[in-house]
């Protein structure tokens, strides 16, 4: 399954931006789709965004779409969520994950990090 | 959006007892389905992925089931160790949706 671990969490302003990382290892990066999924305070699990394994397609839940990228660098096994114009309500974990199979046209997202917080408040 | 929704919303059970939670897509999905349980503090692990296969290392007690819009989870004896919450997830269509998940207890 490999191992991830996500970085660059921690409390800003609405309105701020912010950049996650999350690096892989033990397992051949650029062969799997990449995901971020959050979780609220409190609250269930939300799919956030999601980018193939050769980093030709991208695809992000619309409340974030037009704030948000994802991007990855094969070259340094790693994904990246750059979050703009952050809000109140994009308080939460965030989560990586991997996909379960290789070079997959259905990316499902299965194998997850520890995750890292990020709060918005002023 | 493909509306994922689960009951019941909590349970609690005795040691050895089976469990059963219930997973509804509002529309077809085929067996594009996950089901994840989730301890606090840990990150979410995969029990099944394909609606009804189990993933390797993954006590068989643990099972799934359905096709379409109706999925079913079976712990067939809870143990301790499950006390969790279980979401199920669609990867039919995007964005990626998760049932609201179960919280299982043990009396």
Redesign the interface.
């Known amino acids: 399954q490999g191992q991830l671990v996500e970085s660059g969490g921690g409390v800003v302003q609405p309105g701020t931006s912010l950049r996650l990382s999350c690096a892989a290892s033990e397992f051949t990066f650029s062969a799997f789709g990449m ?1 971020w999924v959050r979780q609220a305070p409190g609250k ?4 956030v965004a ?1 980018i193939l394994y050769d980093g030709t397609n991208k ?4 409340s974030v779409q037009g704030r948000f990228t994802i991007s990855r660098d094969n070259s340094k096994n790693a994904v990246y969520l750059d979050m703009t114009s952050l809000r109140a309500e994009d308080t939460a974990v965030y ?1 990586c994950l991997r996909d ?1 199979v290789s070079y997959s046209a ?10 890292t917080l990020v709060i918005v408040s002023s | ?1 493909i509306q994922m929704t689960q009951s019941p919303s909590s349970l609690s059970a005795s040691v050895g007892d089976r469990v059963t939670i219930t997973c509804q897509a509002s529309e077809d999905i085929s067996d ?1 389905l ?1 089901w ?1 349980q ?1 301890k606090p503090g ?5 029990l099944i ?1 394909d609606a009804s296969n189990l ?1 390797i290392g993954v006590p068989s007690r643990f099972s799934g089931g359905g096709s379409g819009t109706d999925f079913t989870f079976t712990i067939s004896s809870l143990q301790p160790e499950d006390i969790a919450t279980y ?1 199920c ?1 669609q ?2 269509n ?8 179960t919280k299982v207890d043990v009396k």
């Not at chain 1, 269930?44 to 799919?47: A, P, V, Y």
């Not at chain 1, 299965?110 to 995750?115: A, H, L, N, Q, V």
Request: hydrophobic share 20%.
């Open positions: 995901h269930g699990l939300e799919w999601v695809f992000y839940r619309e989560y379960r259905r990316p499902s997202g299965t194998y997850w990090g520890p995750g | 959006d594009y996950n994840f989730h840990q990150a979410p692990k995969l992925y993933e979401y997830q990867y039919d995007f964005p990626r949706t998760f049932g609201p998940g």
